[in-house]
């Protein structure tokens, strides 16, 4: 069974950075592209990032560009995200999600899904 | 990058089939077969149910089922049970690898 563990979130200040990982296992990782979407307390889900599978493409939703990065280390099998400049509405549980093609550029849907790791952005 | 405009809420009795729609623009829904849906239980994650405007993922029972017709998806949910009570969203992928969510439309059983 895929499994997702996301860690790294916490409470930090406006203007903040954090990184946020996301170990992999019982899959193929370095086959497959790989997304974070994260979750405002009370609201809906928004897409935040995708990776390609080789890490040699990475898309990025417009409220997050220039202040987000997504990587991923295949050899660790492991997902992050680099989330600096970091404002109040920023704060939400960040999921990471497995995409469902394999060798995909990137991904049309999240397949399997991490339980998330809460960022609080407050002074 | 617009949200996807579902309902609030929808609600059925046990047994009893309900549809929740999800419409977009000719940009994400009416551009590509590419909408999944997801059920999120309070305080779990999100849950693949349906992708590619109407696939499931092995495990997900054939009472739910997917659609799209235009610029609108639909999710159906037959033989309701009260398991199903959950919150969905729809999402669609927008182009250059992007994706855009719905709201959210929580499902009572009565």
């Known amino acids: 069974e895929v499994q997702l563990l996301e860690s790294g979130g916490g409470l930090v200040q406006p203007g903040g950075s954090l990184r946020l990982s996301c170990a992999a296992s019982e899959f193929t990782f370095s086959n497959y592209a790989m997304s974070w979407v994260r979750q405002a307390p009370g609201k809906g889900l928004e897409w935040v990032s995708s990776?390609?599978?080789?890490?040699?493409?990475?898309y990025y939703a417009d409220s997050v560009k220039g202040r987000f990065t997504i990587s991923r280390d295949n050899s660790k099998n492991t997902l992050y995200l680099q989330v600096n400049s970091l404002r109040a509405e920023d704060t939400a549980v960040y999921f990471c999600a497995k995409g469902g093609r394999v060798l995909g550029s990137g991904s049309y849907y999240g397949a399997n899904w991490g339980q998330g790791t809460l960022v609080t952005v407050s002074s | 990058q617009s949200a996807l405009t579902q309902p609030r809420s929808v609600s059925g009795s046990p047994g009893q089939s309900v549809t929740i729609s999800c419409t977009g623009t000719s940009s994400d829904v009416g551009g590509y077969d590419y909408v999944s849906w997801y059920q999120q239980h309070p305080g779990k994650a999100p849950k693949l149910m349906i992708f590619?405007?109407?696939k499931r993922p092995s495990g997900v029972p054939d009472r739910f089922s997917g659609s799209k017709s235009g610029n609108t998806a639909s999710l159906t949910v037959s033989g309701l049970q009260a398991e199903d009570e959950a919150d969905y969203y729809c999402c669609s992928y927008a182009g250059t690898y992007t994706w855009v969510f719905g709201g959210g439309t929580t499902l009572t059983v009565l």
């Open positions: 990776i390609s599978y080789s890490g040699g493409s990475t």
């Open positions: 590619d405007v109407s």
